[in-house]
């Protein structure tokens, strides 16, 4: 009997993080709010700059998607977007179906996708042998989905990210690189306050 478990993909993930990451946060004005998951993805918003706009999650892997879930909730007339890793995506593949069956329009999720658990030694995540986030995302009933492999494609993750209805769920195909941390503030309280005041105008 044949298996249907999923294989390797031929095209490999060839791009670089820190580049797109920025090319992401690009020119982002007030209606633009970030959340960015454990690990990597922190450390890429923070090499593009520093901002109050952005919720740099330190912890709570998995806890990305849903947390940008309810900031676009929230904020109907702002822009969320949530940058997560594929390890933190794979431990939350449940918030897939919430964030269909809500539909928040002004939400977008971007997946860093190395094929690999950053945080833990590098180890090969699902994705490595095939599984398909965004097919996943996409039989959820996500507005749009993709997958952006190469630098040709990199335009059209900025705009489905920044500009298109959503939910949008995007996978970029990153290289596996180790690059030098970048590390915004820690405090957990200091975080949250000039988040808040940052979309509120209140502490």
């Given at each position: 009997?044949?298996?249907s ?9 060839g791009l ?8 992401l946060l690009e020119?982002?004005d007030?209606r633009l ?9 922190t ?9 109050p ?9 998995g806890?990305?998607?849903?947390m940008g879930?309810g900031l ?5 007339d702002k822009?969320?977007l949530?940058l ?18 809500k539909?928040?329009?002004?939400l ?28 996943m ?12 492999r190469?630098e040709d494609?990199v335009?059209g993750l ?7 209805p959503g939910?949008?769920?995007?996978v970029?195909k990153?290289?596996?690189e180790?690059?030098?941390f970048v590390?915004p ?7 949250k ?8 105008g209140?502490?």
């Open positions: 009997m044949p298996s478990a999923p294989t390797s993909s031929a095209a490999k993930p670089h993080r820190r580049p797109l990451v920025a090319r020119g982002r007030d709010l970030v959340i960015t998951g454990l690990g990597t993805p450390y890429d918003a923070a090499a593009a700059g520093d901002d706009r952005t919720f740099f999650l330190w912890g709570a892997m806890g990305a998607t849903m879930l676009a909730l929230a904020q109907p822009r969320v949530v997560a890793g594929d390890g933190e995506m794979l431990m939350s593949v449940g918030s897939l179906a919430t964030v269909a069956m539909r928040p329009a002004n977008a999720v971007v997946v860093l996708d190395n094929e690999h658990f950053g945080e833990t030694g590098m180890q090969p995540t699902p994705t490595h042998a095939g599984v398909d986030l965004a097919g995302a996409a039989a959820a009933g996500w507005a749009k989905t993709l997958t952006a190469t494609d335009a900025v705009e489905a990210a920044r500009t298109t939910p949008v769920f995007a970029a990153i290289l596996a180790k690059l030098p590390l503030p820690k405090d957990g309280a200091y975080l306050d000039r988040f808040r005041q940052a979309v509120l209140t502490v």
